[in-house]
T-cell receptor, first 115, second 110 residues
Framework: DTEVTQTPKHLVMGMTNKKSLKCEQH?????MYWYKQKAKKPPELMFV???????INESVPSRFSPECPNSSLLNLHLHALQPEDSALYLC??????????????FGPGTRLTVT | SQKIEQNSEALNIQEGKTATLTCNYT??????LQWYRQDPGRGPVFLLL?????KEKRKERLKVTFDTTLKQSLFHITASQPADSATYLC?????????FGKGTRLHILP
C-alpha cells in the first residue's frame, strides 16, 4: 500500500473554530510532513516529524499545532485561523527525514477555506 | 536567500516531441534534487531523484540532469503524450531545508 490518505477532503471553518486535519500512511515510513500550498504557488514546508518527534518547524504561527500520535498518523490542529490561511494542506511521508534523499509520497490534500 | 526558478510558467509542446523543463537555483547548494508531477487539485507525485554527485538519471521516457556548476537541472520527457500534460515541480534539499519551485505547466498538444 503506497497511499497517503487525508481527511477531510474539504473543510470550511470560521475564524473562531477549532478543527483538525488528519493524515495516515501504512508504508512504515518514519518521516511525515505538512505542507501548505496556495493557488499557483509551490508547496511550502510547515512541519517535519521524524520517528514521531517534531524535527522541523518552519516558523509556523502557533494557530497551527501538529501532532504525531504514532508512526502512521499525523494531525494538524487548527485554531483561530485567518482568511489568508485558506489553502491546500498536503501531508507527505518518506522512508526517513533526510532533506529529499528519499522520495516523498503525498496525500491528495485538504482544501481549507477560512471564512 | 535561496531562490528557485522554473523556466516558463507554461510550455506547449507538440505530441511526440521532447519536452524540456528547466530548474535553476541560486544561493543554494542542494544535496538532492527531485522532480514531481502535480495535477490540478491533487498532491504531487514523485518522478525522479538525483544526487549532487550524479550527472544524469533516467526512468522510462524521463531523464533528469543535474549541473551543480551551472546550478541547473533539466527534465526531459521524450515521445510526449497528451497524458503528460500537468504541472511539473522541482524540489531541492540539503540538511533540514526543502524548497519547491513554482512549477511549469506543460501542455502536450495532440
Amino acid at each position: 500500500d503506497t497511499e497517503v490518505t487525508q481527511t477531510p477532503k474539504h473543510l470550511v471553518m470560521g475564524m473562531t473554530n477549532k478543527k483538525s486535519l488528519k493524515c495516515e500512511q501504512h508504508m512504515g515510513h518514519r518521516a511525515m510532513y505538512w505542507y501548505k500550498q496556495k493557488a499557483k504557488k509551490p508547496p511550502e514546508l510547515m512541519f517535519v516529524y521524524s520517528y514521531e518527534k517534531l524535527s522541523i518547524n518552519e516558523s509556523v504561527p502557533s494557530r497551527f499545532s501538529p501532532e504525531c500520535p504514532n508512526s502512521s498518523l499525523l494531525n494538524l490542529h487548527l485554531h483561530a485561523l485567518q482568511p489568508e490561511d485558506s489553502a491546500l494542506y498536503l501531508c507527505a511521508s518518506s522512508q526517513e527525514a533526510a532533506s529529499l534523499s528519499y522520495e516523498q509520497y503525498f496525500g491528495p490534500g485538504t482544501r481549507l477555506t477560512v471564512t | 536567500s535561496q531562490k528557485i526558478e522554473q523556466n516558463s510558467e507554461a510550455l506547449n509542446i507538440q505530441e511526440g516531441k521532447t519536452a524540456t523543463l528547466t530548474c535553476n537555483y541560486t544561493n543554494y547548494s542542494p544535496a538532492y534534487l527531485q522532480w514531481y508531477r502535480q495535477d490540478p487539485g491533487r498532491g504531487p507525485v514523485f518522478l525522479l531523484l538525483i544526487r549532487e554527485n550524479e550527472k544524469e538519471k533516467r526512468k522510462e521516457r524521463l531523464k533528469v540532469t543535474f549541473d551543480t556548476t551551472l546550478k541547473q537541472s533539466l527534465f526531459h520527457i521524450t515521445a510526449s503524450q497528451p497524458a503528460d500534460s500537468a504541472t511539473y515541480l522541482c524540489a531541492l534539499g540539503r540538511d533540514d531545508k526543502i524548497i519547491f519551485g513554482k512549477g511549469t505547466r506543460l501542455h502536450i498538444l495532440p
